[in-house]
Nanobody, 123 residues
Framework: QVQLVESGGGLVQAGGSLRLSCAASGRTFSTYTRAWFRQAPGKEREFVASISWSAGSRYSVDSVKGRFTISRDNAKNTVYLQMNSLKPEDTAVYYC????????????????WGQGTQVTVSS
């Protein structure tokens, strides 16, 4: 059974940092594009960042550029999201996802999803 399990969420004050992890099991995702999405209450799920299988290409949405960094460890089948200088508007449930090819920001092109981890940033 393929699973993506996120961890590292929590409550943090504005300006603080968190590091999210997404560990995969059941198959290897070393050739997959990995990504993070988030969904705030009452809003659509939105793309945050993605990383290609070799980590040679990374892309992030403008609102997190310079603050969030996506990385991966294929040996551990894990992708990370380092989040610095957090803002209250970053509050959301964060989901990791995997796609067999480059899928950009389109959530419908990602085949595998985690259950999500809550990130809450207080002002």
């Amino acid at each position: 059974q393929v699973q993506l399990v996120e961890s590292g969420g929590g409550l943090v004050q504005a300006g603080g940092s968190l590091r999210l992890s997404c560990a995969a099991s059941g198959r290897t995702f070393s050739t997959y594009t990995r990504a993070w999405f988030r969904q705030a209450p009452g809003k659509e799920r939105e793309f945050v960042a993605s990383i290609s299988w070799s980590a040679g290409s990374r892309y992030s949405v403008d609102s997190v550029k310079g603050r969030f960094t996506i990385s991966r460890d294929n040996a551990k089948n894990t992708v990370y999201l380092q989040m610095n200088s957090l803002k209250p508007e970053d509050t959301a449930v964060y989901y990791c996802a995997a796609a067999p090819a480059y899928s950009g920001i389109r959530a419908d092109l990602y085949d595998y999803w985690g259950q999500g981890t809550q990130v809450t940033v207080s002002s």
